[in-house]
């Protein structure tokens, strides 16, 4: 690439959006970043990025960046030395540890930090604090995805690479608004339907990729399995299943077979909503095709089932023997930059680094003799268990780090009350935010701009983040914090930057084994890596990663969802995400982006508005039994009647107050997919603006 | 199959374009309305060679490889038809493009006098009106600098799939509009930037990147 004489300098690294993983080119003058473009060569996005990795970097500048610690004093936050702060984080630890055991103190992970962030996290609340009370924001959304594919596959990742989407002629595309949600995919997808590849979306909504599909699937929402399940019935009627396959690759057959025996397309209909003939469809167009990737989204995770829902459709691959070779890919759309590598590495109650469990003694042993000091046999709290055990007085402190639980987790007021039921709460963040309110402790840290890594994308791909700018005033990488806390308990970490972490992590994790930044490269490396340092681009080619070596298929029945609606809650509400925002806004907000988008509106089906006597436009009052919000309609038939559907991007307008308790019965992901609601239009006085939200 | 490009012997899988294999041995051949992520188009004739046997220059980035092709990348007509064509680009704009601009650099390496000078002189005749429109919030118009290569029309459909710029207008009035002419905001734009990406000349760019040449 030719200089460019308008920037002083280019840097490499990785978009700290969405779970793509772009790889950009940041361009900075002054000290500023003044342009990101896209890397030519990124393996991901090809010299592509969207208006969120291309654009939204304002923020890094924003006059409200947190750009020194503070703390609370009688009752209000104030500037403090980075020495006072974290001396009041180590001490407030220990005290709350000597009085109520280490199990007292929590601590929540960002997807947004790298793997070495997350990794001297969980390294720092194990062995310095002595508890595995650690997780990461996938318990709210792929942590049924990793439940799934570990239960019928093996490994928490996706099957293939990015790359099998222009391999495949089938996308079967679930719960995913991927040109919205992951633009570059999306775009990849879009264009692999005008070249020829047959798209079929299964979505309450219509989408982008629907206007391009070969079929849309507008099921209701909590139907998932049905739907899932009646397909499998039409694969195995029809005689699409690959036999061969089947008999030497897989497991289970018969059970499942049994199981939606049943299920016929008429009876998938009237659970689904679905044409039964769409149904028959859409299985003969993913069955009789030679390659097909499945793509999914939070669309079915975030149920009740959603675990299960996962393992659904990996029968479909495994049925199909649609795994394992190039453009058969099962493809989670992973959320955040980070959420795969966060949970890899073992930001987790659970799990040490690639889902071994802490129950596991060999495992144990291995970290108790690198970090030298005994680590427990039980599991932690997930995050939901902490919030209740903050309401029950039994949780007295949490670190909180890159993570807006009281904007992104459900039932916001009960997140709310819990955080303010701490005796101790140090948040960790680029900003202040609706967490932040409650904090003891607000230590300032460094966007993903400012901070040297790796993220781990959604095609398992582990690409290096490189600093192309310095953090604002003081603010510090999280590493450095961890670092420094981690001294002041007395356990410091013997790290002289990023690279010595992931060299611990390759010392003690046989999936990392070969992982150095050097061989990392331009290009990446997909886990498992070899000590040698081959990656692995397709998992499967020739058995699964499970005991015997066979996949299983999974004979699960349908059941309704946690919500459903009624004579006062009669729609149900879906919550995603916009293209122009990213989940809590914290970054997007402070763009340009939110002149492209101000608000947020609640989309609503034309039969539905006049059921209920809302117009275009009109503010409405958004009620469940859980909470109410208020923000404008927008009468639209791109969504099936009976649904409603809006973001959670804005903090005015706090979506997540509405959801519920539901949850993954496997996980703990919430259900935010499926939650009953009324809707009524609210008498407006003259004067107030059209569809801008009013704090509930 | 086997070619010969400027007397390297060069083998390359079928489907390969020339400009491909001259790339592949190293040797520069010019381009304008060419993009790696994009399929060729052929439009500029900029990127002209020879070839024996053939009965004049072709477009190396449209023409596949044969077995036992020989090319010539500094074939002279070959260059006089490429200086000129950049020339009388470079004749409509209203002034000399930027250095940093793929238009610059490969006046530049023509052995053209883009910023001006004696040769400039011999550019009389109309250039195009200024004419901006930074209504977005990133993306800026600078249609003045358009030399219709088609490259962010194609971009937005080739790689983004919005499907959201027009080229517009024939001969010295042809550019480039999106949606109906009412700017980004009111086309299907999703605003991935790709049509900025891709401009060889600034015609869209970013407003930041603007705002920061007029700070200089």
């Known amino acids: ?696 | 199959m086997r070619l010969t490009v400027d007397g390297v012997a060069l083998e390359v899988p079928p489907g390969t374009t020339v400009l491909e294999a001259a790339r592949s041995a190293g040797l520069w051949v010019p381009t304008l309305c060419f993009d790696d992520r994009l399929a060729p188009f052929g439009a500029c004739r900029v990127c002209l060679v020879g070839v024996e046997g053939a009965r004049g220059p072709v477009a190396s980035c449209t023409t596949h490889c044969r077995e036992g092709m020989v090319v010539h990348t500094q074939d002279a007509l070959a260059g006089r038809i490429a200086r000129n064509v950049v020339e009388l680009v470079l004749s409509e704009l209203p002034a000399p493009p930027a250095a940093h601009t793929e238009l610059a650099q490969v006046a530049a390496r023509l052995g053209l006098d883009a910023t001006g000078g004696p040769a400039a002189q011999r550019w009389a005749g109309a250039v195009h009106e200024q004419s901006h429109d930074h209504r977005h919030p990133y993306l800026a118009f600078q249609h003045e600098l358009c030399i219709s290569c088609g490259r962010c029309v194609r971009a937005c459909d080739e790689v983004q799939g919005a499907f959201a710029l027009t080229a517009t207008g024939r001969g010295f009035h042809a550019n480039v509009t999106a949606g109906l002419g009412h700017g980004f905001a009111e086309s299907s734009c999703v605003s991935c930037g790709a049509c900025a990406d891709t401009c060889p000349t600034d015609a869209i760019t970013e407003r930041f990147l603007v705002e920061l040449e007029e700070t200089r």
């Not at chain 1, 039964?276 to 009789?288: F, K, L, P, S």
């Not at chain 1, 790796?454 to 450095?480: H, M, W």
């Not at chain 1, 499970?546 to 029945?557: C, F, V």
């Not at chain 1, 763009?591 to 059921?611: F, K, Q, R, W, Y």
């Open chain 1, 1 to 696: 690439m030719t200089r460019d004489p308008r920037f002083d300098v280019t840097t490499t690294t990785t978009c700290g959006y969405c779970g793509v993983g772009c790889r950009l080119e940041a361009h900075q003058h002054g000290g500023h970043i003044v342009s990101i473009s896209p890397a030519l060569d990124g393996p991901a996005n090809r010299g592509h990025t969207c208006l969120k990795g291309r654009f939204a970097h304002q923020f890094t500048r924003s006059r409200d960046r947190l750009t020194a610690p503070f703390v609370r004093e009688h009752g209000t936050l104030r500037l403090a030395s980075w020495d006072e702060a974290l001396d009041r984080v180590a001490s407030e630890f220990q005290r709350i540890k000597a009085e109520h055991g280490p199990d007292a103190i929590a601590g929540l992970a960002s997807a947004r930090g790298t793997n070495e962030d997350a990794w001297a996290m969980q390294r720092v609340m194990r062995a310095a604090i002595g508890t595995h009370n650690i997780d990461n924001c996938s318990r709210v959304c792929h942590s049924p995805t990793s439940f799934g594919l570990r239960k019928s596959v093996g490994l928490s990742g996706c099957s293939g690479s990015f790359d099998d989407i222009e391999h495949a002629d089938v996308l079967l595309i679930v719960g995913s608004n991927a040109t919205a949600a992951h633009p570059v995919a999306g775009a990849r997808m879009k264009q692999a339907a005008l070249a020829g590849a047959k798209i079929i979306t299964v979505d309450p909504r219509r989408n982008d990729l629907s206007d391009v599909g070969a079929l849309h699937c507008g099921l209701r929402p909590g139907t998932n399995a049905a739907f899932l399940n009646g397909l499998t019935h039409v694969l195995i009627r029809d005689g699409l299943v690959d036999r061969e396959f089947v008999r030497s690759r897989v497991e289970g057959f018969e059970g499942l077979a049994d199981l939606v025996a049943y299920l016929t397309p008429d009876v998938t209909e009237e659970l689904t909503g679905v044409p039964a003939a769409d149904v028959v469809r859409a299985a003969h167009i993913y069955g009789e095709a030679r390659t097909g990737s499945i793509a999914w989204g939070l669309g079915v995770t975030e149920q009740l089932y959603g675990s299960e829902c996962v393992q659904m459709l990996c029968n479909l691959a495994l049925l199909t023997g649609k795994i394992g070779r190039a453009g058969c890919a099962l493809l989670p759309m992973r959320g955040q930059n980070n959420v795969q590598g966060v949970s890899d590495v073992g930001a987790l109650p659970d799990t040490y680094s690639t889902y071994r469990s802490v129950g596991d003694d060999a495992t144990a042993r291995l970290f108790e003799e690198r970090w030298g000091v005994p680590l427990r046999r039980e599991r932690g709290l997930k995050l939901p268990e902490m919030i209740d055990a903050a309401l029950a007085g039994k949780l007295k402190a949490m670190w909180i780090c890159g993570y807006d639980i009281g904007q992104s987790d459900p039932d916001s007021a009960k997140v709310e009350a819990a955080l303010a039921n701490l005796e101790f709460l140090v948040v960790q963040d680029i900003f202040e935010n609706l967490t932040s309110r409650e904090a003891h402790v607000l230590l300032p840290a460094a966007s993903f701009l400012e901070k040297t890594g790796t993220f781990t994308n959604a095609e398992r791909r582990i690409q290096l983040v490189q600093a192309a700018a310095a953090p604002p005033g003081s603010a510090k990488t999280d590493l450095e914090i961890f670092s420094l806390v981690s001294e002041r308990l007395g356990h410091p970490l013997p790290y002289r930057g990023p690279e010595d972490v992931m060299l611990e992590i390759g010392a003690l994790t046989p999936a990392f084994a070969g992982v150095t930044y050097e061989r990392i490269g331009r290009g990446g490396l997909q886990w498992p890596v070899a000590a040698d340092g081959t990656d692995t681009p397709m998992l499967y080619a020739e058995s699964f990663a499970l005991p015997g070596g066979k996949g299983r298929l999974a004979a699960l029945p349908f059941k309704p969802p946690g919500d459903e609606a009624s004579e006062q809650y009669p729609l149900i509400l879906v919550t995603g995400r916009r293209l122009e925002h990213y989940n809590v806004g914290t970054m997007t907000r402070r763009t340009g982006n939110l002149e492209l988008l101000s608000h947020d509106v609640l989309e609503i089906h034309p039969d539905d508005a006049a059921a209920h006597g809302i117009a275009d436009g009109a503010l409405v009052e958004v009620r469940s039994r859980n909470g109410s919000i208020q923000l404008g309609a927008h009468v639209t038939d791109r969504i099936e009647a009976g649904h409603v559907f809006t973001a959670f991007h804005f903090p005015e307008v706090r979506t997540n107050l509405l959801i519920g308790q539901s949850a993954d019965i496997n996980t703990s992901c919430p259900e935010y997919k499926v939650v009953a609601v009324a809707v009524t239009p609210v008498a407006v006085h003259a004067g107030a603006a059209r569809g801008h939200a009013v704090v509930a």
